[in-house]
């Protein structure tokens, strides 16, 4: 307990890992709070308007919207994790005005406008129909579709970070599992739980996960499966190491003396120290995890559209490096960067507050 107090009060110490954890934060409760802060609050961020395709940061546009449909409602945790279907009919629009009896609504459509604005093009509505007339301003622009690229960021980071969560959750059972059973019995046990290794370790990771990804199909979960099998080697090597260290420590000898069973020996005395380790090793594959989630989404064989995801989203915009609108694909990408930077500082924080050179 004492040493995980002071490797706290050393990582407290160190700015780069501040920031760093602090980077984290900011991602998982946007990715928590998910629809409840994203401006666009449809499943997966997808309200399209195709007449405001590739508009510029900070753009802005009047909305028509027209209360046409039997609106039912929601718990907050549906929205917060789901989002909210769309219960109106939504017309981006130039300029509206009222007749003189107040009966009728003309607008014209932003598709449709004009410079002098005719009266003859403008559309009518009648205002018995319940309506609202709001300014809708879109922080990052708009994609090709004419979806708001901040929601989708702001969507996008629940893939990364599931993807990683997830992935990791599935490399750690599977390592500690093997490499508990590998170092603790050895023997026979030992030589085909390390010739697995040696096979895994000897294929390229990405070639690894993408011959599992056709294996398994494209789509969400087959994400954290495919990246999650190909993770598990390193966990499994260094949990093997230290558990042949310490099984041939005092206390474990103690223990099977007095007649512990083998599992209550692995998972009660020899794991709980090889936590510290583990954790090293968990911020590097969270970063890993990201890193190849954005790739197999930019190949296509990842995350499916309408999902978002900041592969996918580079992938969709890459074109548009060489316009006028380089943002759309650099933005996705910053994010990226930020993120997988963060994990790697904080892994490398966490191994500097071990090291019993530093103490």
């Known amino acids: 307990m004492e040493q995980d107090r002071s490797i706290v009060k050393k990582l407290l110490k160190n700015p780069l890992a501040v920031v760093s954890i602090a980077v984290i934060i900011v991602f998982t409760l946007i ?31 009047k909305m028509l919207i027209i209360h046409d449909k039997e609106e039912k409602h929601y718990s907050f945790f549906h929205n917060m994790l789901f989002g909210t279907p769309q219960q109106t009919t939504n017309i981006p629009i130039s300029n509206y005005a009222l007749s003189s009896d107040k009966k009728t609504l003309y607008y014209t459509p932003f598709s449709q406008a004009t410079d002098n604005n005719d009266i003859s093009e403008r559309q009518t509505l009648d205002t018995k129909i319940k309506y609202e007339i709001k300014q809708k301003t879109y922080p990052l622009g708009t994609d090709r579709y004419g979806r708001c690229l901040l929601s989708q960021m702001m969507i996008g980071t629940r893939v990364s970070l599931s993807v990683g969560f997830i992935a990791v959750v599935i490399a750690l059972v599977i390592g500690i599992t093997l490499g508990a059973v590998a170092g603790y019995y050895q023997g026979w046990a030992d030589k085909v739980i390390m010739w697995i290794i040696n096979v895994v370790w000897s294929v390229p990771t990405i070639l690894l996960v993408i011959a599992v990804t056709f294996a398994l199909g494209k789509g969400f979960w087959q994400v954290f499966v495919a990246v999650g099998l190909t993770m598990w080697v390193d966990i499994a090597r260094m949990v093997r190491g ?13 223990g099977k003396a007095l007649g512990f069973s083998d599992f209550r020996i692995i998972f009660r005395h020899i794991l709980p120290n090889v936590v510290n380790a583990v954790t090293v090793i968990v911020a590097s594959n969270f970063a890993t995890a990201i890193l190849q989630e954005a790739g197999l989404s930019f190949l296509g064989i990842g995350v499916q559209p309408p999902m978002p995801s900041w592969g996918t989203m580079i992938k969709e915009n890459y074109g548009y490096i060489i316009l006028d609108a380089a943002y759309m694909a650099v933005i996705p990408g910053i994010a990226i960067m930020l993120l997988v930077l963060a994990f790697f500082l904080l892994g490398s924080a966490i191994r500097q507050a071990m090291d019993i050179r530093n103490n």
Not at 32 to 61: C, M, R, S, W
């Open 242 to 254: 230290q558990v042949m260290s310490i099984k041939e420590k005092e206390f474990i000898l103690a």
């Open 31 to 61: 990715a928590l709070l998910g629809y409840t802060i994203t401006p666009d609050k449809t499943p997966y961020a997808n309200e399209q308007h195709l007449e405001l395709a590739v508009k510029k940061p900070g753009f802005k546009v």
